[in-house]
């Protein structure tokens, strides 16, 4: 919010005597409940959109409830939430969000730091190239999940097509999304290969507020290149680096769109976003679908809190 | 277009392909242009077609049946088909019941996915909405649906007409009849009859083990030029149509119907586990390793492609499989699903289809009642089988001429019906048939992948979640 808007209904108070007779506080009581009252609309926006939800999905959790059923809700405690720790079915749901998570962000980051630099540096075609790059990024995902499965087809996909008929790598065809091996990993590159321009781009943003005058002073100090990397833009590009990890990490554990597209509710690659549709919508359980949905925020939330700690102690 | 300034030629051939100018008209005034014969073939052809297409404008066949009564000044709001390629008909239908009656009637497409029309119909009826008054629903929908609908157990008779038992039993829940069945849908095995005919065989498989050797045989020799062909192909995702095709293999095998008709969960036998085991054998071997992510549109891909010999599927692929640009057209037959080798085998088919409900909340229930009645009457369902290929419901019309001379598969279809179409165990298990259909397209899909290595166990341990499902009941 602009600060010449507090300022300015605040005219009568300031005058001389005033100030000096009642300290600081009165004035500063004023400013904050102006602010207060200017930051109501949004804040209200804020409880009724998000906070209203939220405890609805908490309260819900707590109970039975079916969608347009006869059966009348009963308050069950942490039923929900230890039926579902128990069940192996989404134990390893839970185990397949992380798989997803720390792969796709692992890769997505060292892809996406490479594809930053080299359209960092300065050649020739370099508009282009940084458009071209961010084409998967400006796919829709259940586009380019439809387009993938295709792709991965065992019979007439192109990526059989290319390994074995082509550059014979495999001698037969393999049924990538069938097959629960190759399943996972499958979607993870589908994912990789989607959000890996997302990353490039937030970390371009980083290299370019980094100066030049710093890289010109390490040449003149005789630093090679590889020093220059892990000396100065890895430490500078900190900030940057982080704020897209936690983008990314939120995004990737709660991943639905992907995986519901290419396998549904396949169990072999199902994960707790999708878990959760299944349990609200399909079975029609708002209970057990919000505890999971609980369970998605809660893992989220601590997410959130290691990041921003991480953050904290780097601006120390 | 500006035909003013058109050569002739172009005029006529412009009108002749709109329809404006007449056979006759083409003819004389093609004469008159000098025009050669092939040139006037041509517009002849293309003359006919689009008189024959105006000819069959949708529901045009449609007769209003007799007894409908007078309902002017009604109003009633009704949910039908998904947007598609049936709507002009089912618009037809409505206008011809307002004509014949006085009521108004307003048609709003449903959901495409069935999972989200229920989730929709949920929704309304949790409300007690009286927004809608009739809505089509899915055959496994009965019990959930039974609260919020209107006993039709009367309104079925008003014109003698037989529809299939076993149709009219799933959709009786507790003594009430939930919905009128409108049209039906079986699984049935499509086959290819040059193939068989090729490779020696005389008729399509009766036995499971028939259809594997079958496979294999045609499959190992049209390998020879064609590496992506496959035996058999059908829907092994995880979802309800999974439900459906194994459902086929365990009754077929003597297995039972997962949940008996008295609630006993009876899935965990020796019959229902071969018959898992047995599918699994043909992943990777006569069906592609990819089979255990097809629904149905994957599996006629490969299908009619011509890529398979056998696939199991709905009626819908049909007549896809007949269009003129089809390579498999008149080259397949359909036949009923094959059936085990043991002692209770018998030929088993899912039953799937639409049935016409009235919602319990609407406020012109005898108009809605009325409708409902009109839309699965003889007449409307006649003209719903010769114009869109939908599988009647009423035992007469597959004897009728008219709609064998359109559909000639749906005479052995009437067998399928009469005999061993299976309903899913839904009216059984009411609202809960979502959790056990999951439960058991869960577990067979992990059988099929080989992720439960152990069919017999993990049966077991369906058996014990299946048992918590019902126990909820």
């Given amino acids: 919010m602009s600060a010449s808007a507090d300022v300015a209904p605040l005219p009568e108070v300031s005058t001389a005597t005033q100030r000096r007779e009642r300290p600081a506080g009165t004035l500063g009581?004023?400013?904050?409940?102006?602010?207060?009252?200017?930051?109501?609309?949004?804040?209200?926006?804020?409880?009724?959109?998000?906070?209203?939800?939220?405890?609805?999905?908490?309260?819900l959790s707590f109970t039975n409830t079916r969608l347009a059923s006869a059966r009348t809700p009963r308050v069950v405690g942490f039923d929900n939430y230890v039926d579902l720790l128990r069940e192996d079915a989404f134990r390893s749901t839970l185990w397949h969000t992380v798989v997803f998570t720390v792969s796709s962000v692992f890769f997505e980051t060292i892809l996406g730091l490479a594809i930053a630099l080299v359209i960092h540096s300065n050649f020739r075609g370099r508009g282009g190239v940084r458009t071209a790059m961010l084409v998967p990024w400006a796919i829709p995902t259940v586009v380019s999940a439809s387009m993938w499965q295709w792709m991965y087809h065992d019979v007439f996909g192109v990526v059989n097509d290319i390994l074995v008929n082509r550059l014979h790598i495999l001698d037969q065809k393999v049924a990538w999304l069938a097959n629960p091996a190759t399943a996972l990993p499958a979607i993870i590159a589908v994912d990789v290969w989607k959000t890996t321009p997302f990353m490039a781009l937030l970390l371009l943003a980083g290299l370019q507020l980094i100066s030049t005058d710093i890289y010109e002073a390490s040449l003149v100090d005789g630093a090679n290149r590889v020093q220059q990397f892990f000396q100065i833009t890895l430490p500078l590009l900190r900030p940057a680096l982080l704020v897209a990890l936690i983008f990314r990490t939120l995004d990737a554990f709660r991943v639905f769109d992907v995986i519901y597209v290419m396998k549904q509710f396949a169990p072999e690659t199902m994960t707790v976003a999708v878990y959760a549709r299944q349990q609200l919508i399909d079975l029609a359980k708002l209970g057990r679908g919000s505890a999971a949905a609980v369970i998605i925020f809660l893992c989220i939330f601590v997410f959130v809190v290691l990041y921003t700690r991480l953050i904290k102690v780097e601006e120390m | 277009m500006d035909n003013g300034s058109a050569s002739p030629v172009t005029r006529l051939l412009a009108e002749a392909l709109t329809g404006r100018a007449s056979r006759r008209e083409v003819l004389k005034r093609a004469s008159a242009l000098g025009l050669s014969a092939p040139l006037v073939g041509i517009m002849l052809s293309a003359q006919a077609h689009v008189a024959g297409a105006q000819d069959a404008e949708p529901g045009s066949l449609i007769e209003a049946p007799e007894g409908l009564p007078d309902l002017s000044g009604a109003k009633i709001n009704v949910i039908l088909g998904q947007d598609g390629p049936v709507v002009p008909w089912e618009e037809a239908a409505c206008k011809k019941f307002s004509d014949a009656t006085g009521c108004q009637v307003t048609r709003t497409s449903g959901p495409e996915s069935a999972t989200e029309r229920l989730?929709?119909?949920?929704?309304?009826?949790?409300?007690?909405?009286?927004?809608?008054?009739?809505?089509?629903?899915?055959?496994?929908?009965?019990?959930?649906?039974?609260?919020?609908?209107?006993?039709?157990?009367?309104?079925?008779?008003?014109?003698?007409?037989?529809?299939?038992?076993?149709?009219?039993?799933?959709?009786?829940?507790?003594?009430?009849?939930?919905?009128?069945?409108?049209?039906?849908?079986?699984?049935?095995?499509?086959?290819?009859?040059?193939?068989?005919?090729?490779?020696?065989?005389?008729?399509?498989?009766?036995?499971?083990?028939?259809?594997?050797?079958?496979?294999?045989?045609?499959?190992?020799?049209?390998?020879?030029?064609?590496?992506?062909?496959?035996?058999?192909?059908?829907?092994?995702?995880?979802?309800?149509?999974?439900?459906?095709?194994?459902?086929?293999?365990?009754?077929?095998?003597?297995?039972?119907?997962?949940?008996?008709?008295?609630?006993?969960?009876?899935?965990?036998?020796?019959?229902?586990?071969?018959?898992?085991?047995?599918?699994?054998?043909?992943?990777?071997?006569?069906?592609?390793?990819?089979?255990?992510?097809y629904k149905e549109e994957d599996a006629r891909g490969v299908w009619q492609a011509g890529n398979a010999a056998f696939m199991r599927n709905w009626p819908y692929a049909y007549s896809l499989g007949q269009a003129s640009d089809s390579v498999i057209r008149d080259k397949f037959d359909v036949t009923l699903v094959p059936k085990g080798d043991g002692e209770n085998a018998v030929h088993a088919d899912t039953l799937g289809g639409w049935q016409m409900m009235v919602s319990a909340y609407s406020k012109n229930t005898d108009a809605a009642v009325a409708f409902a009645q009109y839309m699965t009457s003889r007449e409307v369902q006649k003209s719903f089988a010769i114009e869109e290929s939908r599988l009647p419901t009423i035992?007469?019309?597959?004897?009728?001429?008219?709609?064998?001379?359109?559909?000639?598969?749906?005479?052995?279809?009437?067998?399928?019906?009469?005999?061993?179409?299976?309903?899913?165990?839904?009216?059984?298990?009411?609202?809960?048939?979502?959790?056990?259909?999951?439960?058991?397209?869960?577990?067979?899909?992990?059988?099929?992948?080989?992720?439960?290595?152990?069919?017999?166990?993990?049966?077991?341990?369906?058996?014990?979640?299946?048992?918590?499902?019902?126990?909820?009941?």
């Fill in chain 1, 29 to 59: 009581r004023r400013r904050e409940r102006l602010a207060w009252l200017l930051v109501l609309p949004s804040l209200l926006v804020v409880l009724l959109v998000a906070l209203y939800p939220l405890i609805q999905t908490f309260r």
């Fill in chain 2, 119 to 293: 989730a929709q119909y949920q929704q309304l009826l949790a409300a007690q909405a009286s927004d809608v008054d009739a809505m089509t629903i899915d055959v496994i929908w009965p019990g959930i649906l039974a609260p919020h609908a209107v006993d039709l157990s009367e309104a079925i008779t008003w014109q003698g007409a037989e529809y299939f038992d076993r149709i009219v039993n799933n959709n009786t829940v507790n003594g009430k009849l939930v919905g009128i069945p409108w049209y039906t849908d079986a699984g049935i095995l499509y086959y290819r009859t040059d193939l068989l005919q090729k490779h020696g065989f005389e008729a399509p498989p009766q036995t499971w083990t028939e259809l594997e050797e079958m496979a294999s045989a045609i499959q190992d020799a049209e390998r020879a030029d064609n590496p992506d062909f496959y035996g058999f192909v059908w829907q092994g995702a995880a979802y309800e149509g999974l439900t459906c095709d194994a459902l086929e293999w365990q009754v077929s095998n003597g297995g039972g119907v997962i949940i008996e008709e008295d609630l006993t969960v009876s899935v965990n036998n020796p019959q229902a586990i071969a018959s898992f085991e047995r599918a699994r054998g043909w992943v990777g071997t006569i069906s592609p390793e990819g089979v255990t992510t």
């Fill in chain 2, 395 to 473: 035992v007469a019309l597959y004897d009728d001429a008219d709609v064998l001379e359109a559909n000639p598969f749906f005479g052995s279809l009437k067998d399928v019906f009469l005999g061993g179409a299976v309903a899913r165990p839904s009216t059984v298990t009411s609202d809960l048939y979502n959790e056990v259909s999951t439960a058991y397209f869960t577990a067979v899909n992990e059988i099929l992948t080989g992720q439960a290595s152990d069919a017999a166990a993990r049966v077991a341990q369906l058996a014990d979640q299946l048992q918590g499902i019902v126990s909820e009941l």
